[in-house]
């Protein structure tokens, strides 16, 4: 089993509407969570941090589920420029060390 | 503010051949890394450096080599290109080791390819 599983899509959604993705990740251990944002051909780029009371930042919002070991995304209002692949990022602490683990990524295709 | 740079940032190489892709950071974060990315793999670590002359492997490092003699400079080198090893590679850096709130910066990535 992966340590972090994304469902790959693409999820095709029409200008406006609302779409959620997923993560689940394997390790209880497991103490920071982020989603990050990839472009075709370009570098991944911090989207948001995840917190355990959820948060959100303008049509984006992240929860944490940490009794059933999954992370989601929720973006209102899709835009074409939402486009992109949503990666889900699982980070651990090991003493002085630390371990993120990226998800394969969600592919999000938004049409007119 | 040039950020992270990376370069190549593409490039065509022969098995066998020595290959160094050059990663160069203007903020001085104490932390860097190289990922490569392959389909159906997500991001895997190469290798990281927690500060100069400090680093340490990730999770695929057989066939890389790197060093750190300068806080801003993380270069990564295939000794003997494969097959395999063909890939986008992402330079990274970061302030402080992840935690809530912090980021991680990547590059623009080195798209190489092993013929």
């Known amino acids: 089993r992966k340590e972090v599983e994304q469902d790959p899509g693409p999820f095709n959604v029409p200008e406006g509407a609302t779409v959620a993705f997923n993560c689940t990740y394997s390790n209880s251990a497991s103490q920071s969570f982020f989603w990050y944002r990839q472009d075709c051909r370009k570098e991944p780029k911090l989207l948001m941090s995840?917190?355990?009371s959820g948060n959100e930042d303008g049509r984006f919002t992240a929860q944490l589920n940490r009794a059933s070991q999954y992370i989601s995304l929720l973006i209102r209002d899709s835009k074409l420029s939402d486009s992109a692949t949503y990666l889900c990022v699982v980070n651990k602490r090991t003493g002085t060390a630390s371990k993120l683990t990226f998800g394969t990524g969600t592919r999000l295709q938004v049409t007119l | 503010d040039a950020g992270i740079t990376q370069s190549p940032r593409y490039k065509i190489t022969e098995t066998g051949r020595q290959v160094t892709l050059m990663c160069h950071q203007t903020w001085s974060h104490s932390y860097m890394f190289w990922y490569r990315q392959d389909l159906g793999h997500g991001l895997r670590l190469i290798y990281y450096?927690?500060?100069?002359?400090?680093?340490d492997k990730g999770e695929v490092p057989d066939g890389y080599v790197v060093s750190r003699s300068k806080t801003e400079n993380f270069p990564l080198t295939l000794e003997s290109a494969t097959r395999s090893q063909t890939s986008v590679y992402f330079c990274?850096?970061?302030?402080?080791?992840?935690?809530?709130?912090?980021?991680?910066?990547f590059g623009e990535g080195s798209w190489l390819t092993v013929v």
């Open positions: 990274a850096s970061s302030e402080l080791l992840t935690g809530p709130g912090n980021t991680i910066y």
């Open positions: 995840v917190y355990s």
């Open positions: 450096s927690a500060a100069a002359d400090i680093t």
